[in-house]
């Protein structure tokens, strides 16, 4: 491997380090944005899910 | 060349009284449309020219004469067009007649606003809450339906929608599906699976849409002149709240049967069984299950939809100007690499994929089963069409969801019609002369102006009574007399 191709070949895999941890980066931020989210759903979810699961009756559709 | 696809959606809605499990859905549900505050005229639907009976494929013959005297009662045309009424116990909105994808997208997206402010006064009327939800199923082997309406031409043997529609219907389910968790109908069990309205179809071929639905529905019912046209009553597709997943949904389809009725589909891609294939595309969350194809080998629901995608882009460059096709062609494109390299990633285009990250992250956090009610409350709840209780409403309110429109264009689209089909005319005439107006349908209009007999304004071409044709005369006219001498002169 020449010199040049080397300079190549680590330049590539500084990038794709890079990009890794960009990815690393973004998915603790989505998982930060979900655990925000799950949060905040905690707040508007139905209080008694067994009783609204069980009453929710849907008959009499196409 | 293919006729213009005017389309529309049609959806009856999920409905629950808090606090009084036994409540009559039919009743809760004239309770919701009667009180929708908004423009209207309530109506007499007139049935004559309705025709759910009647088979595409040419034999069947008229059985529904007599339509359910209860549904006729609560009917109303609303200023945008639409038609807000009851279909047996569910409260439902049918859009009006759209000139592209992104308007039919958008005329659904107006419907939720039509259905929140019907459930916000009904609330207050019954002293109760009453919510609505966007959804297909309840989990317990009831489906209601959220269908879509192209406009084909009567000359398309219906025989080759049959054969060419088929397997895209099947595998277009991998973008279409709202999300929901287990199996119903007796099919596998499943913990989540792609689509809402999978497990219930069971014939290929049908005239039916409450039992043994098909894939393809033969109902022939054309809205229009019934010499040039058929109206596709697709039945297999389950409501959206995203609003690109909408827009992609109707759109390929749209694209699908214009290149159809052009024979620009070279191969239909034929399904060995293409109803054990709809349950096993929608069970399927890898989205690598080989299906048996009719002439042997298999593929996956991803290569089939690749293929359609190819021919498609090809056709619409050559064949169709207009700039939302190449829109359509690029959300398709963007949707299937998605599904193919990291599908989490259209967790905020697609509900199936939104909906199951939710869950996911309640599964991680509080450690439950997929069955647990807790999660299957939030299944429901996603499609609750409050914007403070509805999950996905939520969602979308803080950026977690791409959106295609704004509130403003979406809240405009709830009282004025689109502007480039005949449901324009029926806006502007809900708008203007509501007291003259006594009967409607999809096809004419019924005024009373105080003449012996009733006037009847037939709209047998759906593109007819447009802005561009309309728009002048009812600027012009004073009252619904004048309006019809200007339309007879």
């Known amino acids: ?62 | 060349m293919a006729l213009h696809k005017v389309l529309g959606t049609e959806t009856e809605y999920g409905i629950v009284v808090r606090g009084d499990p036994g409540f009559n859905p039919a009743v809760a549900s004239s309770l919701v449309v009667n009180s929708y505050p908004g423009e209207r005229v309530k109506v007499q639907w007139s049935y004559e020219e309705e025709s759910p009976g009647r088979d595409a494929r040419g034999f069947g013959h008229d059985t529904y004469g007599l339509i359910d005297p209860e549904g006729a009662v609560v009917n109303s045309v609303l200023s945008n067009g639409a038609r807000l009424y009851v279909d047996h116990a569910h409260p439902e909105y049918s859009g009006p007649e759209t000139f592209d994808p992104l308007e039919a997208a958008l005329y659904d997206k107006a419907g939720e606003v039509v259905m929140h402010r019907a459930a916000v006064a009904a609330s207050e009327a019954a002293g109760r809450q009453v919510s609505l939800y966007k959804n297909n199923s309840d989990g317990k082997g009831n489906s209601y339906g959220a269908h879509e309406n192209y406009l084909l031409s009567r000359e398309t043997p219906f025989g080759d929608v049959i054969r060419y529609a088929m397997s895209f219907m099947v595998t277009r389910q991998v973008f279409t599906g709202a999300g929901k968790i287990g199996k119903e109908n007796d099919r596998p069990d499943v913990d989540y699976q792609i689509t809402q309205r999978a497990d219930f179809f069971e014939e290929e071929v049908g005239l039916e849409t409450t039992l043994k639905r098909p894939i393809i529905n033969t109902r022939d019912e054309p809205h229009g002149d019934p010499s040039r046209y058929r109206r596709l009553h697709v039945i297999i597709g389950d409501a959206n709240l995203s609003e690109y997943q909408n827009f992609l949904k109707l759109g390929s389809t749209a694209l699908m049967l214009a290149a159809l009725e052009d024979g620009a589909i070279p191969d239909p891609l034929d399904l060995a069984d293409p109803v054990e294939a709809c349950w096993q595309v929608s069970h399927d969350l890898a989205l690598g299950r080989p299906l048996e194809l009719d002439g042997g080998g298999t593929a996956t629901a991803l290569e089939l939809q690749e293929r359609y995608l190819e021919w498609l882009s090809k056709y619409a460059e050559k064949e169709l100007d207009d700039p939302v096709w190449d829109q359509v062609i690029a959300e398709w494109e963007r949707t299937l690499t998605l599904l193919s390299t990291d599908p989490d990633k259209l967790g905020d285009t697609l509900d199936w994929v939104a909906k199951k990250r939710l869950i996911e992250g309640y599964v991680a956090r509080d450690d439950l089963q997929w069955g647990n009610n807790k999660l299957r409350a939030l299944d429901l709840q996603y499609h609750d069409i409050d914007p403070n209780r509805g999950l996905y409403n939520r969602m979308a309110q803080r950026g977690s969801m791409r959106r295609l429109f704004t509130d403003e264009e979406i809240v405009d689209a709830v009282s004025t019609p689109p502007a480039r089909t005949r449901a324009y005319f029926r806006g502007r005439c809900v708008s203007e002369y509501s007291g003259s107006l006594v009967a409607a349908n999809w096809d004419s209009l019924v005024f009373d102006i105080g003449e012996s007999h009733l006037k009847r304004v037939p709209m047998m071409e759906p593109l007819r009574g447009d802005a561009a044709l309309v728009g002048a005369l009812l600027d012009e006219a004073e009252d619904a007399a004048d309006l019809l001498r200007l339309l007879e002169g």
């Open chain 1, 1 to 62: 491997m020449s010199d040049r191709e080397r300079g190549q070949t680590e330049g590539r895999r500084k990038e794709d380090s890079e990009e890794q941890a960009t990815e690393a980066v973004e998915t603790e931020a989505d998982l930060d944005a979900l655990d925000d989210l799950l949060d905040e759903i905690d707040e508007v979810l139905e209080e008694n899910a067994e009783e609204f699961v069980k009453n929710y009756v849907q008959k009499g559709g196409q």
